[in-house]
């Protein structure tokens, strides 16, 4: 799919009356075995990838490291990518040159939250600390005015709740971003219970398309999120924490056994490995490529 396709994908996902998932991806594996899956579109985690790059997801990552892994993660998949852009690594001016090349390497969506630089994640801590209000409105319109395609999204994402704030806090900084250009909405919490996103996404009433990611209240059945007219659900880390899950365990395990063969039951075998890489279809173009005749004329 061409970069223009997979935009304006993505923005018809965004304005159409289904739910969709978004999943995490955080390098070019993750990236390609959630398409395979069948999700419809990506999450570029700032946490994921920040992990896989074995720093914390303080703004520790600078923001080319980011978009390089972004890159990858496009170039190995063929949805659209939304890219987390935390608070776009300083002002507007750092936003929007961060916004304009993601949208040059192919990524569908910028997100940027309404915290200080250097931010951290939102699970972290008590000490979320917001931007001024009209600061990130300057930031949003900064990133709306830059893009190439006019299908590239700007999603505006409020940490009003994570910092500790109520709904109706939430609500205005929210409808300020809507104002400022903003073509989505990322509501975000770290309740363990969904109703906060309840009580906004009523008296939302659908001014912009909302997109949730229900880490802690990820028991909520995803009928209740379609009752409430939320757009799009990020699985936001998931994959990530599969990843840490069971290399963890098949370190340990190897090392405690002194060999894989307690192990090897629980890996993928390399076959499937190379079919999701689509070595036979590299196979096949050797065979036509590689060493073509001279065609006759
Ligand atoms: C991320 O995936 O990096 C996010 C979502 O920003 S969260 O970690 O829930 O803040
Ligand atoms: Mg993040």
Redo the contacts with the bound molecule.
Sequence with gaps: MSAHARNARLRALLDAPELFFLM?AHDGLSARIADAAGFPAI?A??????TALGVR?SSEASWSQILDVVARIVDASGVPVMV?G?TGHGDFNSARRFTRQAERIGASAVCL?DKVFPKM???VGDGHQLAPVGEFCGKLRACVDARADEDFRVVA?TETL?AGGTVGEALDRAHAYADAGAHALFI?S?RKTVEQIADFTRAWQGRLPLVI?P?TYADTPTDDFRAMGIKGV?W??QNMRAAFAAMSTVSRDILATEGVTRIEGALAPLSEVFGLLGYDDLAEDERRYADAEPRTR
């Design positions: 995490e999450w985690s700032g946490l994921s990838i920040s997801d987390d935390d939250e994640n939102s699970f994402r994570i975000h770290r990611a880490t990020i936001a880390n």
